[in-house]
């Protein structure tokens, strides 16, 4: 009986020890893949890791895109937490080369997925071509990799971002947030930067960016209860409401208006004029 006794307390001594060594270990490397329902879109093997780039599009394209980043250690299989990302992409041009405007990478709720935008202006030809330069560190040392990426026009050739100079003669670039369009009163959101220069695209704010919805093919008809686009702090965009009252082809004609309601660049929509010639377009 003693024997059995001196047995118990032993296993649950040992018992004991696993418990305590398994609270001081931390939590388990992430190994599998948290943005498998993503399309990949690029990924950068340098420094004995994996950078990795997802989007919900299957390609980068010209206007805003929303991706993802993670860092792969490839020696153990696992996806680095709480890292610190920053990117430069890089449009090579005959002659000239220019950047594009960008969102800090931000960690996510899940601490080894990373976010943040691109918007670019243009896409990729056969003479020129767009680079990312990523910069990362974690665990107190830096890493820096780049790569030569592909950048498409949309395959619907439908209008997304605008590149312009305004009356005020400064450049902007205006974007259209991605949404699935419907039926219905829509949030609807743009983003809006100013070209300070070939590196420098600082978010233009408190201007306001009316919208008149359009459809060319049946009467140039407009549809009710649209609000214009107004900054939201929060986000960094311009948001508002698209009524769309039919499926088929819009044309949202735009006008920019700063903050003393000088109009900056875009016109009215009247019987003698069409369209404005700053727009986006969608279909569905």
């Known amino acids: 009986m003693k024997t059995l006794k001196t047995l118990i307390i032993l296993f649950a001594l040992s018992m004991g020890a696993t418990s305590c060594s398994d609270d001081t270990e931390g939590p388990m490397p992430v190994t599998e893949n948290p943005l498998e329902a993503y399309h990949l879109t690029n990924s950068f093997e340098a420094n004995g890791h994996m ?24 020696s153990t299989g696992a996806y680095i937490p709480n890292a610190s990302i920053t990117w430069n992409p890089m449009m090579h041009m005959i002659g000239m080369s220019h950047s594009c405007p960008k969102s800090d990478i931000t960690v996510t709720e899940k601490e080894t997925v990373y976010k943040g935008y691109l918007v670019f202006q243009m896409a990729s030809n056969a003479d020129e071509y767009w ?21 498409k026009a949309p395959t619907d050739g439908n209008k997304t971002v605008n590149v312009f100079t305004g009356t005020d003669d400064k ?29 420098s695209f600082p978010v233009v704010e408190d ?5 008149d919805p359009r459809m060319p093919g049946m009467g140039n008809h407009s549809s009710p209860n649209n609000e214009n686009l107004t900054y939201d702090p929060d ?16 044309k949202i004609n735009l006008q920019l208006l ?18 404005s010639s700053l727009y986006f377009e969608i279909e569905f």
Do not use: C
């Open 131 to 151: 680079e990312l330069n990523l910069e990362y560190s974690f665990g107190g040392a830096t890493y820096t990799t780049s790569k030569r990426i592909e950048v």
């Open 171 to 199: 450049r902007y670039v205006l974007a259209m947030l991605p949404f699935a369009p419907k039926v219905a009163i829509n949030d609807f959101s743009a983003v809006l930067f100013e070209m300070e220069s070939m590196m």
């Open 207 to 211: 201007y306001t960016i009316t919208i």
């Open 258 to 275: 700063n903050a003393s309601e000088d109009v900056l660049k875009g016109e009215m929509v009247t019987e003698g004029n069409e369209s």
């Open 235 to 250: 986000s960094g965009s311009y948001s508002g409401k698209l009524s769309l009252t039919m499926t088929g082809y819009w």
């Open 51 to 74: 950078l990795e780039l997802y989007s919900e599009k299957e390609r980068l394209t010209t206007g805003y895109n929303e991706l993802y980043v993670q860092i792969k250690d490839l």
